[in-house]
């Protein structure tokens, strides 16, 4: 029996029961592909559901506004691919009448469509024989092959996609491709892989040289840039404010509380004088009621400190702090912000 075939049997059997697999309608697995980019499985479920309810096709996520999409997106982060996700969708139901295009290089024009999404869409839904190779992916081949380069260098690359082609169920390249994520997933895992339980463990090149553990290489990340946030939330009797963050930064289009940005932590008593100056206030008109503990965000790339001070004003009184908008506090639930201040808010309210 072949590898392929030993996969697919063992994918068929052991196989999560999950919504996107019941279907091959390309809007479902694209969906789905651009959420779990983001996330495990176990939290992207609840957003594909969230998403399906609210925009069940293609048409009725097009004729969304941008800020309902970005809402539902809101704590899965790298929020250009919400955006992407939104634009992409109007270009296939107002130029494309809605019909997605039903082979690999079609689908690579469409922004926010990459290499591994457009293999996963053209193999699930239109059966074309193109491998989807994600990081799950990735790691099998490498164990399978015993590949020693770094698996992000040209060469690395290289060896993963010419194996993965070698390997790849011509007459089956959806189960195929959904089978090697799955043994990513479950069974052949960063640590602790599950060798003993491999369909496949009779061709891995890794286990039988005993290198699994060492394998597959990766690049050093580079460390992370550190920045300072403190936010001021600013009530005017009911009111509060808030700021729809500008391009070229994280969080495009989302809104915060107004933001000054350190270039090192700052103690609230050295923060005071800034605030006011921020607000073009005096210092003996600041009411600040409370200030957070700092709180410390991780992104891939960015770790964020943040501190959150409340100030409380006269429902008359008036701010400059930038250009932004004055919503009552039951409205800002409605608007989509940083999963940092969702989560602030969510433990300790406005």
């Known amino acids: 029996m072949t590898l ?11 196989k999560r029961d999950l919504p996107w697999r019941k279907s091959s309608n390309p809007y479902n697995i694209w969906l789905s592909e651009i959420i779990l980019q ?3 499985v176990a939290q992207g479920l609840n ?10 096709d293609i048409f009725s996520l097009a004729n969304a506004d941008t800020e309902e999409v970005l809402k539902l997106w809101q704590g899965l982060g790298y929020y250009s691919r919400a955006r992407n996700l939104h634009e992409t969708a109007r270009t296939i139901a107002f130029n494309m009448k809605g019909i997605f295009p039903q082979n690999y290089p079609g689908l690579l024009k469409l922004k926010g469509i990459g290499d591994y999404t457009a293999a996963a869409i053209a193999s699930i839904s239109f059966g ?10 990735k790691r099998v081949v490498s164990r399978l092959f015993a590949i020693e380069d770094e698996v992000n260098s040209t060469r690395g690359k290289d060896l993963i996609k010419t194996f993965s082609y070698e390997i790849l169920d011509v007459s089956n390249p959806g189960r195929h491709n959904q089978a090697m994520m799955e043994l990513g997933a479950n069974i052949c895992l960063p640590s ?24 597959p290489l990766k690049y050093k990340k580079a460390s992370p840039r550190n920045r300072y946030f403190t936010y001021l939330i600013i009530k005017k009797g009911n009111r509060i404010l808030l700021k729809k963050r500008d391009k070229g930064d994280i969080w495009e289009g989302l809104y ?33 009621t409370k200030i957070s503990e700092t709180v ?8 964020i400190s943040c501190r959150f001070i409340h100030l409380n004003f006269p429902g008359d009184f008036e701010i ?14 409605k608007f989509p912000v940083p999963r940092l201040i969702e989560r602030y808010i969510d433990n300790k309210g406005l």
């Open 4 to 14: 392929s075939k030993k996969l697919g049997e063992w994918y068929e059997k052991e």
């Open 38 to 40: 983001q996330t495990r």
């Open 47 to 56: 957003y594909y559901l969230n998403f399906i309810e609210k925009f069940p």
């Open 128 to 137: 074309k024989p193109v491998a989807a190779i994600d990081g799950n992916v």
């Open 192 to 215: 602790k892989p599950k060798c003993m339980e491999c369909p496949i463990s009779q061709y891995c090149l890794a286990l039988k040289e005993n290198k699994v553990a060492e394998l």
């Open 256 to 288: 915060e509380f107004p933001l000054i940005e350190n270039i090192q932590e700052t103690s609230p008593s050295e923060l005071a004088s800034k605030i006011a100056g921020f607000l073009n206030v005096s210092d003996s008109q600041l009411n600040i």
């Open 296 to 303: 410390i965000h991780k992104l891939s790339h960015q770790h």
């Open 320 to 333: 400059s702090a930038g250009t932004g908008i004055e919503i009552t506090t039951d409205e800002f639930e």
